[in-house]
């Protein structure tokens, strides 16, 4: 029986390539350079998209694929998928949920102790002779016993308040109602309230038409010149230019972000400020959480063309 054809948005790493080949027909978006010549007639046969969460599949790419049967997408995000177009089409959709919760969590919490306590500029102080030319580093700001919010108790929101637990934090969440699994953090309904009584405020939301900016001017201004956004979830959760003239006013304190508009080109403002801390959306970038999402990848195309249950489907 001949192999299904398969189409590779982006890049996988070569444990994945080598296991997808071994089942399917693969086809390389990312290396075509003529993307419009690339759908040709063979490429038609398409049955089955994998792509990572900040790729998705557009209703444009999605037709032009007619025998298209499945998106598989390497993250637990799938915003970036056209899932009116799929299910108008029937066609199916599943993502990489759990396995990346814990790394994505950590970065969130490493992200806060890395700004707060100024470890990126720290090391350049010591790399530079200024700890010897200047003497002391200048005085950061401590983490434990201070205010966090949450912004979305969803798993990984959960997982960061956890944590959060271990630094003797206040902490508060908000969510479209109250969680009954949440125990100890403050449910508070409204962000710009959240972010109010907030001194470090952390975006854990699945990102959706609803969430978009959610993180408003007002959310900034409540957070406020002492306060830090750390941005885990995506973009589109919060108005950036609003962020950047924050940043550039120091009407917001700092912020420490895994993901933007455009990425990866980012806005160039953001290159100009010492009050960010910039980093390549890779929260779930471990080679243990990556192999375990690419498994899952490859598992839920099996079951589909095996006619089985999906392991995690969207749609
Ligand atoms: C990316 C993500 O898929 O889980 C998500 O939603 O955005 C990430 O895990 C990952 O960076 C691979 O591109």
């Known amino acids: 029986m001949s192999k299904p054809e398969i189409l590779l948005v982006g890049a996988y790493p070569e444990w994945d390539l080598v296991e997808l080949e071994k089942t399917y027909n693969v086809h390389k978006l990312y290396e075509a350079s003529d993307k419009d010549a690339f759908f040709d007639e063979k490429r038609c046969n398409i049955r089955a998209i994998a792509t990572r969460g900040e790729l998705g599949a557009s209703a444009s790419l999605i037709g032009k694929l007619p025998k298209l049967e499945v998106v ?106 109250e969680k009954p699994y949440a125990e100890g953090p403050t449910y508070v309904a409204d962000a710009v309230a959240l972010a109010e009584r907030s001194d470090f405020l952390f975006v854990t939301l699945a990102a959706s038409a ?65 009050n960010v801390l910039l980093q390549p959306h890779h929260a779930s970038g471990t080679i243990e959480t990556r192999k375990a999402m690419g498994k899952l990848v490859r598992d839920n195309l099996a079951a589909h063309f095996a006619n089985a249950p999906l392991p995690t489907p969207v749609v």
């Open 72 to 177: 598989s997408v390497y993250g637990v995000g799938y915003d970036a998928v056209d899932l009116a177009t799929c299910r108008e089409k029937g066609i199916r959709v599943t993502n990489t949920p759990d396995v990346l919760t814990n790394d994505v969590a950590d970065l969130g919490i490493a992200m806060m102790l890395t700004q707060s306590r100024g470890m990126i500029g720290a090391e350049r102080w010591v790399k530079d002779g200024s700890w010897a030319a200047q003497g002391l580093y200048p005085l950061k700001r401590r983490v434990w016993g201070r205010r966090a919010g949450v912004l979305g108790l969803g798993r990984i929101g959960f997982e960061v308040a956890k944590r959060l637990k271990g630094f003797d934090m206040d902490i508060a969440y908000s969510d479209v109602s």
């Open 210 to 274: 609803a969430t978009r900016h959610i993180v408003s001017r007002d959310v900034l201004a409540a957070l406020g010149p002492d306060g830090m956004l750390i941005n885990i979830s995506r973009a589109s959760n919060i108005d950036e230019d609003a962020l950047l003239a924050a940043l550039e006013s120091g009407n917001l304190g700092s912020a420490a972000l895994d993901v933007f508009e455009g990425e990866p080109k980012l806005n160039q403002r953001f290159l100009g400020l010492d």
